[in-house]
DNA sequence: TAGGATACGGAGACCCCCGCCGTTTAGCAA
DNA sequence: TTGCTAAACGGCGGGGGTCTCCGTATCCTA
């Protein structure tokens, strides 16, 4: 890669960065290149779709969601394992701006890249769930869980405090809607 | 209303509906010009937001599912009675194109139209959680079960059988995510 | 039937996405 | 250092969309 190339790489994820935690997953990407200083082309040679461009955005934060649920891999409180990491999720969806929408598109998108983000997430949460399963309904998957928190994003985007109303409407999911009963 | 105006409003709904039942809530204004055969002025004068658009064609099924509600007070099962028209009101969000985005949109408008769909399906549904309060988790909310229905949704639009699977994650919800226990 | 109120239509300004191609420039090799 | 070539750049042009505005056609009433 050009030193040149590199360096508008950069400068564009970064600008794309701001831009979208502003704008939404819909910011413009005529906008993205103007603020960055280069021509639309160059968005285009670089993220040949909005979605690669989405998905260079948010590679360092489902890295770090992946990670997290690597590490709790193997603990003893199974459940809670995957709790903590369901949260987690709960709150960068939520938080980060677009992150929800990017996750629901690629889940649309048909021709799956190998490593779109809810296919991280998916293969990363997996073996949480497998791990959890005796303390989970039976035929929860880990699909049905990720599915579930980024519609919860997505209905949660414009509240005052997206993250814990997220959260709340996580915990009414994992406890369901009757009232607590004791084994 | 001047007859030439109720007609125009007659056709831009109908094809309001059809264009948004085969291109989702974002269908554009202009095409459905064209195909009404009518100005883009038009449009925008029967309808000045798309929001405005949005609750118009959805209106009749928004009265039908909050008329569902309003038979289903009184019952002795409570609960069940709830638990009915959740289902009924998940299958229409996620089986009719685009309203679950409208639903989800009209959460967002700062101005609340006072009969904004969700504004009405919050109302009608609210006397039903109030009757099954019992049977529910404390603290639970009509607004909380919208927001959530209308979350799944616009998580399953794209699947390939939208209302089976957004039922099949209300379900989860419902019951939570813990293996069932008997009382 | 005549006139005013009402609704219509589409032109104009602006923005966006997308593909394309002539031009510039980085980096290698002589 | 100086060429040279392939890679990268920039921005133009076409196709759409939204929104506003105003001259014109249409309806309805008196």
Redesign the pocket.
């Known amino acids: ?5 590199q360096r ?1 790489y950069a400068r564009l994820l970064a600008v794309a960065e701001a831009e979208i935690a502003v704008n939404g997953a ?1 910011a ?4 993205i290149a103007r603020i960055a ?6 968005v ?3 993220f040949p ?2 979605h690669a461009l989405l998905a260079a955005v948010f590679r360092d934060r489902v890295e770090t969601l992946c990670a997290h649920a690597r590490d709790r891999l193997g603990r003893p409180d199974t459940r809670g394992a995957l709790l903590e990491w369901l949260g987690a999720v709960t709150t960068s969806a939520a938080t980060i701006r677009g992150l929800a929408m990017a996750l629901n598109r690629d889940r649309t998108a048909d021709a799956e890249h190998e490593h779109c983000a809810t296919t991280q997430l998916t293969e990363a949460g997996e073996p949480l769930v497998r791990q959890a399963a005796d303390d989970l309904a039976p035929g929860v998957t880990v699909t049905d869980l990720l599915a579930l928190i980024t519609g919860i994003a997505l209905a949660t985007e414009t509240h005052p405090d997206p993250a814990a109303e997220a959260n709340r409407l996580l915990d009414l999911a994992i406890t369901g809607l009757s009232p607590i009963r004791r084994l």
Chains 1, 2 share one sequence.
């Open positions: 890669m050009r030193a040149d190339a508008n819909d413009s990407l005529e906008q200083g280069v021509g639309s082309g160059t285009r040679r670089h779709t909005r």
